[in-house]
């Protein structure tokens, strides 16, 4: 009898724990889905790609002698940012915005994602997820690239700095690409903030 009233309280508690919880909210929502891949929540990832451009278009267009809506375009923010978030070292705590934080533990709930013990990276890089992602990037040499040292287990970010560097635009323009460069240099940094 004691089990039962134990399993009584402990589902009553869930019941009033889960309902406290707030559901979480789309900013994005209006906007067009960017990437279709299968195996994590396309909705979250598109979230996630519209709220690290604009949490970097905000923070560098904070940064910029002309912080004015007109000032600097996401691509230059995306520029600036690149830079320093290729190779880890950009200033996350400071360019993260709320909402982005919430997407972030949303997005830590897409377990096939990450990788619970990381080497040199919280990516999981051989997810089903991610491999869509990266054949589907359209610089055909940048997917090789990602594919041969993810195959030798020695992807990360700080290799590819340079590679990000140099296709700035193609970011912007190939929203695959984009995503990639969000979750490997943006996100998965966040995962341990």
């Avoid at 900013?27 to 990437?35: C, G, S, T």
């Avoid at 396309?42 to 970097?56: M, P, R, V």
């Avoid at 997820?129 to 610089?139: G, H, M, Q, S, T």
């Avoid at 090789?144 to 040292?149: D, E, F, G, K, R």
Wanted: aromatic share 14%.
């Amino acid at each position: 009898m004691n089990r039962f009233y134990n399993v009584i309280i402990g589902c009553f508690f869930l019941l009033i724990t889960s309902a406290c919880n707030e559901p979480f909210e789309y900013k994005y929502n209006d906007k067009p889905m960017q990437v279709s891949c299968s195996g994590a929540n396309e909705k979250l990832l598109n979230e996630a790609l519209y709220s690290f451009f604009d949490d970097i278009t905000v923070y560098y267009r904070s940064k910029s002698n002309d912080p004015s809506e007109s000032g600097m375009s996401t691509y230059e923010a995306y520029a600036n940012y690149v830079y320093a978030g290729a190779l880890g070292d950009a200033d996350y705590k400071s360019i993260v915005s709320e909402h982005t934080k919430n997407v972030m533990k949303e997005l830590r709930k897409e377990t096939q994602l990450w990788d619970k013990k990381p080497a040199m990276s919280n990516l999981n890089y051989k997810s089903e997820f991610l491999n869509c992602l990266i054949n589907n990037i359209k610089d055909k040499d940048m997917v090789a690239t990602i594919q041969a040292l993810t195959s030798a287990n020695s992807m990360t970010p700080k290799l590819m700095a340079d590679r990000f560097r140099l296709s700035t635009k193609a970011a912007l323009v190939d929203s695959n690409y984009g995503m990639y460069i969000a979750l490997d240099t943006y996100y998965q940094y966040l995962f341990d903030l």
